[in-house]
């Protein structure tokens, strides 16, 4: 079975810029979520999907990040513009239906704002 | 909100000593709490869960976690362990909405 799989693996961007992650979960797999994983830091949530609809976006910076999962498949989330502070690894996860359901981790993308 | 604080940062121990990387969580109701471990340049894994049932739970690599919730706390221990187990620990506790909220991380440094 494959795993959750992200790209890039890393990005260098200078601040103002913006930038795009992308997450494709396991397959059949109804919850998505991404975290920021700041450096010395555990990983906190941005964002969680039930299928294609948002279920917790509370901790997202909506004046600045934006996310999406159409057609409740992949998904992608975008920074514009990127400040310094938004230096972190960005991790998606999924999980079949939430609950009790283990979350299977992707590699993370590495973000580095100059 | 549920939280956990995992209360040492670092751990350094010699290979085959025993180790316990110690977690707190807020009280609740009912509580899911889990163990994951994030290996240099690689992302996280699901080392060990509780759930309900029995509040001591194993890992497949010779990890253990207890449940005591007189004590709110989700310690994770192993007997003996290896340099390839030198790697950062979360603690986590899943939130209302299914989401998990991390601790701050502890980083095991096994050395011969």
């Known amino acids: 079975e494959a795993g959750v799989a992200q790209s890039p693996r890393y990005k260098i961007i200078e601040k103002r810029q913006s930038v795009a992650f992308w997450c494709n979960p396991i397959?059949?797999?109804?919850?998505l979520y991404w975290y920021q994983q700041i450096l010395g830091q555990g990983p906190k949530l941005l964002i969680q999907f039930q299928n294609n609809g948002v279920v917790d976006d509370s901790q997202l910076p909506k004046d600045r990040f934006s996310a999406e999962r159409l057609k409740g498949v992949d998904s992608t989330l975008k920074i514009q513009p990127a400040k310094l502070e938004d230096s972190a690894v960005y991790l998606c996860a999924s999980s079949f239906q939430g609950a009790i359901d283990t979350q299977y981790f992707g590699p993370g993308t590495r973000l580095t704002v100059l | 909100a549920q939280s956990v604080t995992q209360l040492d940062s670092q751990v350094p121990v010699f290979e085959e000593a025993p180790v316990e990387l110690r977690c707190n969580y807020s009280s609740s109701v009912s509580v899911y709490l889990f163990w994951y471990v994030q290996y240099p340049n690689q992302g996280l894994q699901l080392l060990l869960k509780y759930l309900s049932g029995s509040t001591l739970v194993e890992s497949i690599n010779g990890f253990e976690a207890e449940f005591n919730k007189s004590q709110t706390s989700f310690h994770l221990r192993k007997p003996s362990v290896h340099i390839s187990d030198t790697a950062e620990y979360f603690c986590?506790?899943?939130?209302?909405?299914?989401?998990?909220?991390f601790g701050k991380g502890t980083s095991l440094l096994v050395t011969p």
């Open positions: 986590a506790v899943r939130n209302s909405g299914y989401a998990l909220n």
């Open positions: 397959s059949g797999h109804a919850t």
